[in-house]
């Protein structure tokens, strides 16, 4: 039961409609909707609807619906439920993680060259000429 008298004529109650099939198929049952001003429908195991009323339309809807049985097939959502989106939203933040540790080490990494190109403080540089200072003076020796 449903009361689709909020949205009047617009496109709302046949969305419901589309929605309501989904699930009549998303759990393999025959579904009833009745609404006092959208559509009301009757609706099989494979999401199709077999009858149906207009918007604001006064109508009795008459058909046979079969009810559940243990030879009944189970659907797979019907059988394990959120667990194929609980998968997918699984797979989904792994692959978001991996994405942004990626970018983060692309950001880092032209930090860390322009890093190995800075130029070095007066510290480094006395120590890294005192051993090309000392090369210097043996090569003069031996020129001698």
Known sequence: MTND????RTG????FLAITAL?????GLWTIRAA??????????TGRVRADTGLFE???????VTVRTAAWPVTFYARYGDVFVLGCAGILLVTLVRALARQRR????????QGSQREPKAEERESA?????????QGNHERS
Do not use: F
């Open 5 to 8: 008298a909020w949205y009047g």
């Open 12 to 15: 709302a109650p046949h969305q």
């Open 23 to 27: 699930r009549a198929a998303e759990s």
């Open 36 to 45: 006092n001003t959208g559509v009301s429908a009757l609706i099989d195991p």
């Open 58 to 64: 006064r109508r009795v809807l008459v058909g046979e």
């Open 106 to 113: 692309r950001k880092r990494a032209p930090i860390e060259a």
């Open 129 to 137: 000429s005192e051993p090309r200072a000392a090369a210097e003076e």
